[in-house]
């Protein structure tokens, strides 16, 4: 069973970090583009940053440029996310998807998912 697990989310004052990770279960991360996508209340999930199974990487988002990374640890089977420096916009749920193909913004194009993670940016 192919599964996507999220980790890492959490509550963090504003400009702090947090790493979240993506683990997978019954398939190989590494043949896969993985992107990480969040949704807040009463909007739409916003494509971030994607990472190829080259390990290539897009952004998806001008709001996270310069603050946030994608990263994979194929011997892990994980990718993560590196968040700095956060802003009380960035509080959303995030989730992991994969992708056979490679990177793309939209999550429909995107078969597996995690069940996502909260992050709540807060003083």
């Known amino acids: 069973q192919l599964q996507l697990v999220e980790s890492g989310g959490g509550l963090v004052q504003p400009g702090g970090s947090l790493r979240l990770s993506c683990a997978a279960s019954g398939f190989s991360l590494q043949y896969y583009a993985i992107g990480w996508f969040r949704q807040a209340p009463g909007k739409e999930r916003e494509g971030i940053l994607c990472i190829s199974s080259s390990a290539g990487s897009t952004n998806y988002a001008d709001s996270v440029k310069g603050r946030f990374t994608i990263s994979r640890d194929n011997a892990k089977n994980t990718v993560y996310l590196q968040m700095n420096s956060l802003k009380p916009e960035d509080t959303a749920i995030y989730y992991c998807?994969?992708?056979?193909?490679?990177?793309?913004?939209?999550?429909?194009?995107?078969?597996?998912w995690g069940q996502g993670t909260q992050v709540t940016v807060s003083s």
């Open positions: 998807a994969a992708r056979a193909s490679g990177c793309g913004g939209m999550a429909v194009w995107y078969k597996y």
